[in-house]
């Protein structure tokens, strides 16, 4: 008895040795990503299901603290909710593993959660805020209420700290936005309100900038769900069910309807439907074919990326950073691409006069070994042409590029227009004091020329610095320009 007793305590401390090592294998290196990192996360999740970002942010904020791991590399789980979205997986929509361990699938799966609860009011299921339009943060209170349950404690008039207020506290606090209550006298003393009350959208409103397709877009269907419905009309009947990732071109919408902006997509000769914009991601249009960067499906320079792709002066690659700052290295690439693409043709100018003066192979600057080798022909030819004249000595090549930088190119490229001889460029930029006389000229020319604007009201902020995405604005309007010149 004695022996069996002490066999029995060394399975159990065996067994109990064997599960603290496999936890703890489990769990190993399975950290919180940074804030700024989860932040992203859901900033491209909510560019996607076309939900306003901030609204997301707050969910996570509020629910987790943009935790998803607890200290000792568990996942964080609160009764039968996990993760940074604290998502319920009770009904098993989705796949618990990954809910549990990949950061982003759980963001997905807290953004589906969402949509699925707005639904709830658009389709009336809970009550609902005026047309229900998701772009109107507004609209957005009774999804946010169900969110976190559809329960009575979350009537602002039985509780001063429901949960849409933590959401509208933190949105204010965390980043500086902020949401306006409904007209809480429509809602019942105490319970919850009826699901057929409509609460008026409060008359100001603030945006979710969420970004809406166009006709002729390509798109494929994309989410963590396995299938999608193509309807007859808008919220209308279900006609053909697609897979993820299917492709598509939109033809007709946006139409707002019960909660969501629909977009006719066809497939094929035989398939075509209305579809919501939340499970549509935009590859690509008609015009400039299939987006060759991953990074530029929502940015407003798409199109000007893609027609200077498509004109040789961006090389492809898996992305191309819009937002990233523009180095004067990567300007002067793009500068000479556009100005070849032109048959070589500068305008002549009395600052080009007679730059046969500067040898193609001499490249004089100080530091001009640290031009990249991909790059060299290329400021080769722009300083034959004479346009690196106010570099000096040095070039600076890895170093951001500034708005008043790129104003002196271009006037070096088109001089002044006569036509706006006496106008004193002053009087339109007001943050121009600063600059020397040969600045101001140098503003005035790319202004006037139509290649620059300012950035806000009377300003043209000459220290600000380019990003990409400006930059290739700029180079469109380059090229614009030598065209018209050229005929």
Same mark, same amino acid.
């Given at each position: ?10 399975i159990i401390l065996?067994i109990f040795i064997f599960a603290?090592t496999?936890?703890?294998?489990a769990?190993a ?5 940074p804030?700024e990192?989860i ?7 909510a560019l ?11 969910i996570?904020?509020v ?5 998803h791991?607890?200290?000792?590399g568990s996942?964080?789980?609160? #009764?039968?909710s996990?993760?940074?979205?604290q998502v ?15 950061v982003l699938?759980?963001?997905?799966a807290g ?5 699925n ?5 658009s389709?009336?299921?809970v009550?609902? =805020?005026? /047309? ?5 943060m ?5 999804a946010?209420?169900?969110?976190n ?8 008039n ?8 933590l959401i ?10 902020t949401?306006?209550n409904?007209?809480f006298?429509?809602?019942?003393k105490?319970g ?9 959208t ?5 945006s ?6 166009e006709?002729g877009?390509? =798109?494929r269907t ?9 309807r ?18 939109i033809?007709?919408?946006p =139409? ?16 075509? #439907? ?9 590859t690509?249009d ?6 060759v ?5 929502f ?12 004109? #040789?002066?961006?090389n492809e ?8 700052i523009?180095t004067k ?10 100005i070849k ?10 600052k080009?006069? #007679? ?6 192979n001499?490249l004089?600057f100080a ?8 790059a ?6 722009l ?5 690196l004249?106010?570099?000096k000595?040095?070039?600076?090549p ?9 104003? /002196? ?6 001089g002044e ?6 106008l ?11 600059m020397?006389?040969?600045?101001i ?7 006037t020329?139509?290649i620059m604007?300012g950035k ?6 000459p220290?600000?610095y ?15 320009k030598?065209e018209?010149?050229k005929?």
């Amino acid at each position: 008895m004695k022996i069996f007793k002490t066999t029995t305590r060394k399975i159990i401390l065996l067994i109990f040795i064997f599960a603290f090592t496999f936890n703890t294998l489990a769990y190993a290196n399975k950290c919180n990503p940074p804030r700024e990192e989860i932040e992203a996360m859901i900033d491209e999740v909510a560019l996607k299901r076309a939900i306003p970002s901030v609204i997301l942010k707050a969910i996570a904020r509020v629910e987790s603290v943009y935790q998803h791991f607890n200290s000792d590399g568990s996942p964080k789980i609160s #009764g039968s909710s996990i993760g940074v979205m604290q998502v319920s997986n009770r009904n098993g929509l989705y796949n618990h593993e990954k809910l549990k361990y990949d950061v982003l699938y759980n963001i997905e799966a807290g953004a589906e959660t969402l949509l699925n609860k707005w639904s709830m009011s658009s389709y009336q299921s809970v009550s609902s =805020v005026g /047309n229900m339009d998701p772009n109107v943060m507004e609209n957005w209170y009774f999804a946010l209420w169900a969110y976190n349950g559809w329960i009575q404690s979350n009537n602002p008039n039985t509780r001063r700290n429901t949960y849409q207020q933590l959401i509208y506290a933190t949105i204010k606090k965390e980043y500086g936005q902020t949401i306006n209550n409904i007209d809480f006298a429509y809602l019942p003393k105490s319970g919850k309100p009826s699901r057929s009350l409509v609460v008026p959208t409060p008359s100001n409103t603030n945006s979710g900038n969420i970004v809406l397709y166009e006709k002729g877009d390509y =798109v494929r269907t994309d989410g963590i769900k396995e299938n999608y419905q193509l309807r007859d009309a808008p919220a209308g009947k279900y006609v053909h069910e697609l897979c993820v990732n299917q492709l598509g071109t939109i033809t007709e919408g946006p =139409v707002l309807q019960n909660g969501y902006y629909w977009y006719k997509v066809s497939v094929d000769e035989k398939r075509e #439907g209305w579809i919501e914009r939340n499970w549509l991601l935009r590859t690509g249009d008609t015009e400039h074919g299939r987006y060759v960067f991953d990074d530029i499906s929502f940015h407003w320079a798409r199109k000007i990326i893609m027609e200077l792709f498509n004109d #040789g002066v961006i090389n492809e690659a898996e992305s191309f950073n819009p937002d990233s700052i523009a180095t004067k290295e990567e300007f002067l690439i793009f500068l000479s691409k556009v100005i070849k693409n032109n048959d070589g043709y500068v305008p002549e100018t009395e600052k080009l006069a #007679g730059t046969n003066k500067y040898e193609e192979n001499a490249l004089t600057f100080a530091d001009a070994s640290e031009i990249h080798a991909w790059a060299v022909e290329n400021i080769k030819y722009l300083n034959k042409l004479g346009l690196l004249e106010d570099f000096k000595r040095e070039l600076n090549p890895a170093d951001k590029l500034t708005r008043k930088e790129a104003a /002196n190119i271009i006037e070096n490229i088109f001089g002044e227009d006569d036509e706006f001889k006496n106008l004193d460029v002053s009087t339109i930029f007001s943050d121009l004091t600063k600059m020397d006389e040969e600045g101001i000229k140098a503003v005035k020319s790319a202004y006037t020329n139509g290649i620059m604007s300012g950035k806000g009201a009377k300003s043209f902020c000459p220290d600000d610095y380019l990003s990409r995405a400006e930059t290739a604005a700029v180079m469109a309007k380059i090229n614009d320009k030598l065209e018209k010149l050229k005929n």
